[in-house]
C-alpha cells in the first residue's frame, strides 16, 4: 500500500488550525471526491481506493494517507497537491 505521511507546523491557535484542515480537506475532497468527518481533534476522510486522516495537535498538524494500487500509480500527484493545500492553509514549511 502507497502512503502519504506529511507534518506540518503551525503557529495557530487549536480552533484556527482546525479551521485550516477543515478547508484542506474540503478543498481536497472537491479535487479527488472524498467524504470526510471530524472525530475529536482529528479528520477522517475516504473514498474508494484512499483513507486518511488529518490529526491536529497544538503546534503541528499530521496528514496521513493510504492509497490502494490504482491511485497509487498516481502518488506523485496527489502528494503534490497536498503539499499545496497545506502550504496555503499552514505554511510552507513542512516534514515528510
Given at each position: 500500500m502507497n502512503t502519504i505521511n506529511i507534518r506540518r507546523s503551525h503557529g495557530m491557535t487549536p480552533k484556527k488550525a482546525r479551521q485550516a484542515a477543515e478547508r484542506v480537506a474540503?478543498?481536497?475532497s472537491e479535487q479527488f471526491s472524498f467524504e470526510y468527518e471530524w472525530e475529536g481533534n482529528i479528520l477522517h476522510f475516504k473514498r474508494t481506493g484512499a483513507v486518511g486522516r488529518i490529526t491536529v495537535h497544538k503546534?503541528?498538524?499530521e496528514l496521513y494517507v493510504e492509497l490502494n494500487f490504482l491511485?497509487?500509480?498516481?502518488k506523485s500527484k496527489i502528494e503534490r497537491e497536498v503539499h499545496h493545500y497545506c502550504d496555503e492553509n499552514f505554511g510552507s514549511s513542512a516534514t515528510t
Open positions: 474540503h478543498e481536497l503546534k503541528d498538524i491511485l497509487g500509480l498516481m
